[in-house]
């Protein structure tokens, strides 16, 4: 179940798809700044929702009531939409105030539609990340167990962790060109420069840099030579785990024997066809590891696979298509 206002990769294999309105046909609150938390801002509907389209609050309202009788009105405590949005900016009113930021009321504040501007303080502007332990490292130590900057962690030893060693150091990844099969490269998966992650995958920006209407995939002259490869080719990589089609653009910004497919194309599988995926999402291709038995974050930014110019039938994109039954 998923609460979506577009046809997402994610919305696309839920079995129930509840409509969410967009940030145009609902009342909110939002912040500028993912960082300095800079401006407060009232975001004011400017279209009525559309078709069955719901703010969340009201589909997780009539969620709770389906759940159990009475649930609404615990879910709302009998406030509405907007008495939720006064109750949270009065709660940042109070932390405010606590640090000397004075709010205006909420209801002159939602009146006013103007953002609201933090003050930057003298001590934010001054701020120097560890400065107190690098001015006096005894009087303000860190929460580590020596209150220094630890490079070799006792604690960390104490797990005995291979893949984790209690000192930063380089260690050969599963899969690289160091221990390739012949004919494999090592694929990248970089973020990509024009969207983030998974976002605006659908939109008109993506003819900006799609090529041959698939994922662009880097390939270094060399390589894209000893495969009869052009620039502009769609190509078909593979591995053990699965196989993609996606766009060469051939350069020189590339190393030989190492090729990219970024992070965050919508996936586009098809079953009638061996699987592949016709959009190029390369999570099709990398494996789905922790990085370490400690650190257990993303590893997905290298595996190995082969390439070559498709030479198969024409696979039309559907990865942007809504379902036949929407």
């Given at each position: 179940?998923i609460?979506?206002?577009?046809?997402?990769?994610?919305?696309?294999h839920?079995?129930?798809?509840?409509?969410?309105?967009?940030?145009?046909?609902?009342?909110?609150?939002?912040?500028?700044?993912?960082?300095?938390?800079?401006?407060?801002?009232?975001?004011?509907?400017?279209?009525?929702?559309?078709?069955?389209?719901?703010?969340?609050?009201?589909?997780?309202?009539?969620?709770?009531e389906?759940?159990?009788?009475?649930?609404?009105?615990?879910?709302?405590?009998?406030?509405?939409?907007?008495?939720?949005?006064?109750?949270?900016?009065?709660?940042?009113?109070?932390r405010?105030?606590?640090?000397?930021?004075?709010?205006?009321?909420?209801?002159r504040?939602?009146?006013?539609?103007?953002?609201?501007?933090?003050?930057?303080?003298?001590?934010?502007?001054?701020?120097?990340?560890?400065?107190?332990?690098?001015?006096?490292?005894?009087?303000?130590?860190?929460?580590?167990?020596?209150?220094?900057?630890?490079?070799?962690?006792?604690?960390?030893?104490?797990?005995?962790?291979?893949?984790?060693?209690?000192?930063?150091?380089?260690?050969?990844?599963?899969?690289?060109?160091?221990?390739?099969?012949?004919?494999q490269?090592?694929?990248?998966?970089?973020?990509?420069?024009?969207?983030?992650?998974?976002?605006?995958?659908?939109?008109?920006?993506?003819?900006?840099?799609a090529v041959?209407?698939?994922?662009?995939?880097?390939?270094?002259?060399?390589?894209?030579?000893?495969?009869?490869?052009?620039?502009?080719?769609?190509?078909?990589?593979?591995?053990?785990?699965?196989?993609?089609?996606?766009?060469?653009v051939?350069?020189?910004?590339?190393?030989p024997?190492?090729?990219?497919?970024?992070?965050?194309?919508?996936?586009?599988?098809?079953?009638?066809?061996?699987?592949?995926?016709?959009?190029?999402?390369?999570?099709?291709?990398?494996?789905?590891?922790?990085?370490?038995?400690?650190?257990?974050?993303?590893?997905?930014?290298?595996?190995?696979?082969?390439?070559?110019?498709?030479?198969?039938?024409?696979?039309?994109?559907?990865?942007?298509?809504?379902?036949?039954?929407?």
């Open positions: 179940m609460s979506e206002c577009n046809w997402t990769a994610a919305a696309r839920a079995d129930i798809v509840l409509p969410a309105t967009t940030s145009f046909e609902r009342n909110d609150l939002t912040m500028t700044g993912d960082y300095s938390n800079q401006h407060l801002v009232p975001m004011k509907r400017v279209v009525m929702p559309r078709d069955e389209a719901r703010d969340d609050w009201q589909v997780f309202a009539d969620l709770s389906l759940w159990q009788s009475g649930g609404r009105e615990r879910f709302t405590e009998g406030k509405s939409e907007l008495q939720w949005l006064e109750t949270f900016y009065n709660i940042a009113a109070e405010g105030a606590s640090q000397q930021v004075a709010l205006p009321p909420f209801e504040f939602w009146q006013a539609n103007e953002l609201i501007e933090m003050p930057e303080s003298e001590q934010n502007a001054a701020f120097v990340r560890f400065g107190a332990f690098r001015a006096d490292p005894q009087a303000n130590p860190l929460k580590t167990p020596s209150g220094k900057i630890e490079i070799y962690s006792e604690r960390i030893a104490s797990f005995q962790y291979p893949d984790c060693p209690p000192h930063p150091m380089w260690l050969e990844p599963d899969e690289w060109h160091g221990n390739a099969q012949p004919g490269l090592q694929l990248l998966s970089a973020h990509p420069a024009h969207r983030l992650h998974s976002q605006l995958n659908h939109t008109s920006l993506r003819e900006q840099y041959a209407g698939r994922e662009p995939l880097t390939l270094h002259p060399q390589d894209a030579q000893a495969r009869q490869i052009n620039d502009g080719d769609v190509v078909r990589l593979w591995n053990h785990r699965g196989q993609v089609l996606a766009g060469v051939v350069s020189e910004d590339i190393k024997g190492v090729m990219c497919l970024h992070e965050g194309a919508w996936p586009d599988l098809d079953l009638q066809a061996g699987g592949i995926c016709k959009n190029g999402a390369v999570n099709v291709l990398t494996k789905d590891i922790p990085s370490s038995r400690l650190g257990n974050g993303c590893a997905g930014n290298t595996a190995l696979a082969w390439v070559e110019k498709y030479n198969g039938p024409e696979l039309a994109l559907t990865a942007f298509n809504p379902p036949a039954n929407a």
